[in-house]
């Protein structure tokens, strides 16, 4: 079912760091999207490399992955119909200079290297993220709002 689409969204440590959690949160909250999971972790430079393998051959993946295991990130699991694409749009383009103010990246941050948050690009890649950072499953809820914010 649409509705019940899922992506997996990432606070990096900077984002972490400077106190962004709570309103990253707040943004993909007051959407309508429902989280599903949620964790902090610091991740091992082999998992970093793993979540970020695609991206191997980039002259920036080792710092890149130098960033990822810095610090605790956040990660989390959200549902909702669209909620790929449209988790993209909240968070705005890759390099901040390019995202739109009213985007998390576009509001809170200014280098393509200190971009606060990750999300998945497709709903496949969504799938292979969440098994990797959720291995146990995640827990099968439903709001008490659903019918408040879909109509079926
Ligand atoms: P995203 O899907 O918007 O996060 O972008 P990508 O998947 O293309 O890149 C993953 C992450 O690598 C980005 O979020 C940035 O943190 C980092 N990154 C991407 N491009 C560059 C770059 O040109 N230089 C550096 N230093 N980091 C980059
Ligand atoms: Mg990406």
Avoid at 87 to 95: H, M, P, S, Y
Wanted: charged content about 20%.
């Amino acid at each position: 079912m649409a509705n019940s689409e899922v992506t997996f969204i990432m606070i990096k440590p900077d984002g972490v760091q400077r106190g962004l959690i709570g309103d990253i949160i707040c943004r993909f909250e007051k959407k309508g999207f429902f989280l599903k999971a949620m964790k902090m972790v610091q991740v091992e430079r082999s998992f970093a490399e793993k979540h970020y393998s695609d991206l191997s051959t980039k002259s920036f993946f080792g710092s890149l992955v130098e960033y990822i295991v810095s610090g605790p990130v956040v990660a989390m699991v959200w549902q909702g119909k669209g909620v790929v694409a449209t988790g993209r749009k909240i968070i705005g383009a890759t390099n901040p200079a390019a995202s739109e103010p009213g985007t998390i990246r576009g509001d809170y941050c200014i280098e393509v290297s200190r971009n606060i948050i990750h999300g998945s690009d497709a709903v496949e890649s969504a799938q292979k993220e969440i098994a990797l950072w959720f291995p146990d499953g995640i827990i099968d809820w439903r709001s008490a709002n659903h019918s408040w914010i879909y109509e079926n």
